[in-house]
Structure formats: C-alpha cells, structure tokens
C-alpha cells in the first residue's frame, strides 16, 4: 500500500509540471508522467458516465439556478448554406469550458438586408443537429422570403448573459417562379460596368419556363455576343440549344 501511494504522490507531482519544463526531465519520466495523466484523464471522463456523476451535475446545475455554469464565449465556425427559397441551413460550433455545470443556449438572429434583426432562440437537444464526426451544431431556418439577400448571426447565452455576436454571414434565397413561369434575380459575382442591360437592369438575370422548357437570359460582357439558349429536359437527357442557330452542342 505504501509503493502504491508513493507512485500516486510521485504521478501528482508530475502531472502538475508544466509541459514547457517537463521537456527536461528524463524520458522515463516524460514518458511515465504523459502515461499518468491520460490514465487520469481517462478515468475521469469514465466516471464522469456513471449515473451518480450524471445526477450530481444535474442536481448542481438547477441547484445553482446555472450560476455555477462559466461566462459564455461567442461560437466559431459560423457557417451558412441556401437550401430552397425560403430555408437555409446554419452551422457553427460551441466553445464549451472545462467545466461539468457548464450550460448554454443559442440565439440566432437574421435580417433582410436594411431591415430590423429578427431573434430566434435554439435549443441543442430539441432544435439543433449535431454533425456527424464533429462537435458542430446545425440548425434548418425556415420561413426566409425568397430572392432576397439575407444577414445572419448566432449568439450564446445562460445565466451570466449572452455572449458577443458571431461575424454576420449574408445568404441570397432562391427566388419563386412567378405565375407566368420564369422570374429575375441578380448574378452573383458580376460585375455592373461589364454587364450588359437585358431589360430589367445590369447584373441581374432572367428565366421563363414551361412544362418541358426553361430559357435563361444572362448579361455578358460588352465585348461579348449575348445568345438565348433553350434548355429542355428529356426523358433520358438535358438538351441545350442555341435559340438562334437551333445548333446541339455535342
């Protein structure tokens, strides 16, 4: 019993020399003190499973009314992602403490572009999706309007406050066809001076459809000749035609 306590005592001891100054001492010693503390660790995250653990951090967490939880830092990671006209999905990723009574929520908040900031709180457990493979949070936005340049921003909070604001992510939607079939919306990345008006303003495009054909009218350069092409969905393929020529490209 007593070789056991010396080693333990000796392991401590070890364990707590930083990692700078534990570079100079022997290997065998590195090697037993590297050893150590992830056995320590490793036993901790064991016990930290079991169902007694799991009802003291509860039972410490709503004691506590959350005061026992750290301050809040802002998510990293902030990431997002159209995904139809009015939906659009969001990821970002926590930056939780050390610390077992530790809990947050999250607030995400989106505008239209010269518009009031709309809030939305996320809970993790019944709003969030956890990514697969990492620690990332994902979360599905609905009811955006279509066609339009939207703001986003995601924040954290308990019961010390809310953290600061993440870096604003902006998002275009997908536009709706209108009731005629086709619509407008603007080219991303085009440049004004180089593009050519089509009737509905420089840098925007426009579409028409129908049941089996959809027309594009995109803006090109000055020095460039603009052409319609007709893309016509087939049974087994996607043709695409020049309007003027009739010509199939191979």
Not at 13 to 39: T, V, Y
Not at 198 to 216: N, P, R
Request: positive net charge; charged residues 25%.
């Amino acid at each position: 019993a007593t070789v056991v306590l010396g080693i333990a005592a000796a392991g401590c001891l070890l364990a707590l020399i930083p990692n700078k100054r534990a570079k100079s001492l022997p290997k065998p010693l590195q090697h037993f003190r590297r050893w150590w503390r992830e056995g320590c660790w490793r036993l901790l995250e064991l016990s930290m499973k079991g169902p007694l653990a799991k009802l003291l951090v509860l039972l410490g967490r709503r004691g506590s009314l959350g005061r026992l939880a750290s301050r809040c830092q802002a998510p990293t990671v902030f990431r997002t992602k159209v995904v139809s006209c009015t939906e659009a999905h969001v990821s970002f990723e926590p930056r939780l403490p050390l610390n077992v009574f530790h809990e947050e929520e999250y607030l995400l908040s989106w505008r239209k572009v010269g518009e009031d900031w709309q809030e939305r709180p996320l809970n993790k457990e019944h709003r969030c999706e956890v990514a697969q493979g990492s620690k990332k949070l994902k979360y599905l936005v609905k009811g955006l309007p279509d066609g339009a340049t939207i703001e986003c921003r995601v924040a954290c909070f308990n019961a010390h406050g809310k953290s600061p604001w993440t870096e604003e992510a902006k998002i275009t939607t997908l536009r709706e066809p209108s009731e005629a079939g086709g619509g407008l919306g603007p080219l991303q990345q085009c440049e004004a001076d180089d593009a050519v008006s089509s009737g509905v303003g420089q840098g925007s495009y426009t579409w028409g459809q129908t049941k089996s054909e959809v027309s594009i009218r995109i803006p090109v350069a000055k020095a460039r000749k603009a052409k319609d092409v007709v893309i016509k969905a087939m049974p087994t393929r996607i043709e695409l035609r020049l309007k003027a020529s009739e010509e199939l490209p191979e």
